[in-house]
């Protein structure tokens, strides 16, 4: 019993030579280490090359009958299954161009008749070496490989669900809904992927781009977070003064967004974005916008997408204290828009692609619940300073 499982465990050389007296002496010389099979011309060395139990090494002769050794190698190293099985040629054929073109087939050694027993043996156990090493070495890889991206994914889902809690907090102290944060991700998105062509945006709207600003359009508002509540849910109109504080969400945003970025000790290109989206959504190509007043192109690209996508969820968004606008109406505002609060060429975009804004409009449309929630806050926050 213990002999069968030994024999099992040997690797298996396959023999390739339409000789019989060959194949005789290959066997009686291979079979006390080896399992040896064999094959007496080309395609059935193929079948056998290619069956589910495919050979460790193949000891093969050049000159065959119908497909020579030469031909063999060839198809052998043109299948996927097969192209990585060793090949020693073990050839009467010795002159230098015969071993040269055998090398450079892709055969791993080249052994002339009459053969050397111990010769061939250590060649033999060599390259079942230089094979094992080269499976583990591959094996290792495709290991590592797949648990780098493995945890590469796992990261990124952290990142992704840090980054939408804290917009999430942020949105949950103003009176819009969390909803917001999923549509103007989805609109900036449908932006950038419908200027990727355009001359003034394709150096910037890479495919890599485009996934680091559907990432960093959640963190726009993050900055809300440090406005008062007497200000942030504030259900009319705000005074000048209240209005001068409730601009500073943007700088807050962006100085938040620093802080944690000093703190990571790295430069992150969605942070870098973010960054950007924050400080600058809420600048106008006019330059009549805030914090700082830019205009034109010094306005950054991410900035200018979500300036057009807060605006337009904005618009067609229902609050306790005003209806929702149709969507014709909205287009119309953002017309209107261009060249003032937007930059033409993005309300152009944004005029091919209105019909995808509609329908994330209205897969992420806002429940009567979050509305209800909404209206319990503000009026919440009223009795408190009624109270006061």
Known sequence: MSDALDFTDKPTILVVDDTPDNLSLMGALLKDV???????NGEKALRIAASDTPPDLILLDIMMPEMDGYQVCVRLKAEPGTRDIPVIFLTAKAAEE????????????????????PIVLARVATHLQL?????????????????????????????DVTILAMASLAETRDNETG??????????????????????????????????????????????????????????????????????????????????????????????????????????????????????????????????????????????????????????????????????????????CEAEFQTIAAQYKDSDGDLEAEARRIANDVAEQVNL
Request: hydrophobic letters at 40%.
């Open 34 to 40: 080896y399992k040896v099979k064999v094959a007496n």
């Open 98 to 117: 015969d071993e040269t073109k055998g090398l450079s087939l892709g055969a791993v050694d080249y052994i002339t008749k009459p053969i050397s027993p």
């Open 131 to 159: 094979k094992a090493s080269s499976d583990f070495l591959k094996d290792k890889a495709a290991y590592l490989e797949t648990e780098v991206g493995k945890r590469t994914r796992e990261l990124q889902a952290i990142q």
């Open 179 to 352: 909803n917001h944060i999923r549509r103007t991700q989805h609109y900036v998105k449908v932006l950038g992927q419908q200027l990727q062509d355009h001359p003034r945006f394709r150096h910037y709207l890479t495919g890599p781009m485009l996934e680091t600003l559907f990432k960093s359009a959640p963190l726009h508002d993050i900055g809300k977070v440090g406005i008062p509540d007497r200000i942030l849910l504030k259900p009319g109109r705000f005074t000048p003064e209240e209005f001068e504080i409730m601009k500073t969400h943007t700088t807050l945003g962006r100085d938040a967004i620093t802080q944690a970025e000093a703190q990571l000790g790295m430069k992150v290109d969605f942070l870098a974005c973010a960054k950007e989206i924050a400080y600058g959504h809420q600048e106008k190509w006019d330059g009549s916008g805030y914090p700082i007043g830019q205009m034109g192109d010094s306005i950054p690209i991410s900035a200018r997408l979500m300036a057009l996508a807060d605006v337009y969820d904005a618009l067609i968004s229902r609050r306790v204290y005003k209806a929702a606008m149709p969507h014709e109406a909205a287009r119309q505002i953002i017309l209107e828009g261009s060249g003032k609060h937007f930059d033409p060429d993005v309300v152009q975009a944004f005029l091919a």
